[in-house]
């Protein structure tokens, strides 16, 4: 479960942030390369 959200919506969202050089996946594997993009994203702030 991703954030009570579909897989469809979980898939594109973490699409997006690989697009955006926030992160890579590898299977079941998420590695976070901006942090700082993620706290943002999280905070609602797109600064």
């Given at each position: 479960?991703?954030a ?34 993620v706290?943002r ?7």
């Amino acid at each position: 479960e991703f954030a009570g959200t579909t897989l469809h919506t979980a898939s594109r969202t973490v699409a997006a942030w690989e697009k955006a050089g926030i992160l890579t996946s590898s299977g079941r594997r998420l590695t976070i390369h901006d942090p700082g993009a993620v706290r943002r994203l999280a905070e609602g702030r797109a600064d």
